[in-house]
């Protein structure tokens, strides 16, 4: 456990960037995986300033620019950040059908990193869907990685999926991918600095739910708007509505199911989300 204090600093390093391209994308319309870490990582910064208080967040770029690896690790050092969190995209160029997530720490001795990394893949697998393969230390990957070694607070790096496997791509190029690999990541990170900061308050009042004659079930909010007839939501075999938010708050989209004015009706259809991959879905009131 870590010292009290009043707020947590996290840098997020959306990996490549300008010269770097990363892994470059299959055809066109997808981005290069500099692009994609970058899309992740501010969705995932979003995701934190809209409903975390005392949390600082910093980018070690917000552009198509290329940080020297020294330079990101001299910045999060030198802002003394609390925690380090890398987002790249993975490939396997001699094997199109690897797919998943990981999340790669320094070594096991990184106790706190290595705590983050488990939570991190705990939530792609079991409330994103995704399928985890596990967490990959320099013993693993044969060398260390910069960002990780020379940083001087907990460090992960997370690899959101296979740009080398054509469903994965698709899934990675997609607002709704982007949006759940970024929740998943926010999740984590969230239960992780409540566990290490308990002394901080970190809550925001909860605004989602307002009051009203109606009852629906909310699957998913997003900060970027995602169409309606996408597979994930065809499932539910239920209409779903996209509401625009008129508010302050990052989260421009909200995405609910069903309408009614018996709350047994709308428990049931709460089920049917949480079974059908949406296990964050929640009654609200409007």
Known sequence: MVNAKEHVIVVIDPGHGGKDHGRLASKDGY???????LKIAKKLGDYIESNLNN??????????????????????NDLKADYFISV????AEDNSSAYGTETHIDSYNSKNAYTLAKRIEKQFSSRAGRKSRGIKTSDDRHHSLQVLKQTNMPSVLVEAG?????????????????EIIASAVFRAFREHI????P???????????????????????????????????????????RIEVSSKS???YKYTIGRSKDKKDIKKLLKKAKDNGFPDAYIVKY
């Open 194 to 197: 409540k566990k290490d900061h």
């Open 162 to 178: 296979f740009m080398s496997n054509a469903n994965e791509e698709a899934y990675l190029n997609s607002q709704y991918g982007q």
């Open 88 to 91: 790249h995209c993975n490939g």
């Open 31 to 37: 981005l290069p995986e500099k692009g994609l870490n």
């Open 199 to 241: 002394s901080i308050n970190f809550n925001k009042e909860d605004s989602s739910e307002e009051e009203g004659p109606f009852y629906r079930v909310q699957i998913m909010s997003s900060i970027e708007k995602v169409d309606t007839d996408i597979p994930e939501f065809k499932k539910l075999g239920e209409e779903v509505t």
């Open 55 to 76: 949390v600082k967040v910093y980018y070690t770029r917000t552009d198509d620019t290329y940080p020297s690896l020294d330079d990101r690790v001299k910045f999060a």
């Open 250 to 252: 990052m989260y421009k």
